[in-house]
């Protein structure tokens, strides 16, 4: 089983380890495209509309302008340690096994493509719908290239957003997780899709099944590990759905 992350805005202010190395990285083939996003980015951050172009408010640009321009020279950390918003919080990964969700989780960035949690990098601001001059929208970048790099084995738990999505359709088996909450009205079930606490709930389920050692080939297996683990859940279609109370 694989499971797919999206990156979190929200990181950690700093690192304690060696400058970005990018030879060190997983999937060393990504590396010409996380080089020329790199200049890229690096060109952008010197621009006055920067904040515009990257999609930053008033109260961001001047922190994430100046990471994004030490990314060469700060000092990194692990993955693992790196993004701190709600769908970490809930993955909390300092309870888990370390090789077993290494093995497991795939977090995908607009800059770098695709990561491990091992992998070492500095704190940075790119999120995956921006588009970077000159090189463009940074899904439609990284979809020819993580087609070529990725070859995953076994069940994929596709637990990422919609641009982080876009860059790279895993092939079958896989399983994308929806999050609903479902209230009576009128004696009727009535399901929204929710947005906060969406992320809490895929930390949660990855940190469930991680926890639990579970190992699903197939989406109905996932649907029974899942509920297994307490949690409501159906199938539908290539989706799994989880169901939060009112």
Not at 54 to 75: I, P, T
Not at 112 to 120: A, E, S
Request: aromatic share 4%; glycine share 8%; hydrophobic share 45%.
């Amino acid at each position: 089983m694989h499971i797919l992350l999206p990156p979190s805005e929200k990181k950690a202010t700093g690192g304690d380890g060696p400058p970005l190395d990018l030879a060190a990285l997983s999937l060393p083939e990504l590396n010409p495209t996380r080089e020329r996003l790199l200049a890229a980015l690096g060109e952008v951050c010197l621009r006055q509309d920067a904040p515009a172009l990257l999609g930053l408010s008033a109260g961001q640009a001047d922190e994430a302008l100046a990471r994004n321009q030490a990314l060469r020279s700060a000092a990194t950390l692990p993955v693992a340690r790196l993004y701190t918003g709600v769908l970490y919080d809930n993955l909390d990964l300092a309870t888990l096994d370390p090789a077993a969700a290494a093995e497991q989780i795939l977090v995908f960035s607009g800059l770098w493509g695709v990561l491990r949690l091992t992998d070492r990098i500095p704190p940075y601001r790119l999120a995956m719908g921006v588009s970077l001059p000159p090189e463009g929208r940074l899904a439609a970048i990284w979809r020819p290239v993580l087609k070529g790099a990725l070859d995953l084995d076994g069940l994929v738990v596709d637990m990422r957003s919609g641009p982080y999505a876009a860059a790279w359709k895993p092939p079958r088996p896989a399983v994308a997780v929806r999050v609903f909450r479902e209230r009576i009205l009128g004696g009727v079930p009535k399901r929204t899709v929710v947005s906060h606490m969406a992320k809490a709930t895929r930390g949660k389920v990855a940190h469930d099944l991680i926890e639990a050692g579970a190992d699903p080939r197939t989406p109905e297996e996932l649907l029974k590990a899942v509920v297994d683990l307490g949690h409501t859940a159906e199938l539908n279609g290539p989706n799994l759905d989880v169901i939060l109370a009112a």
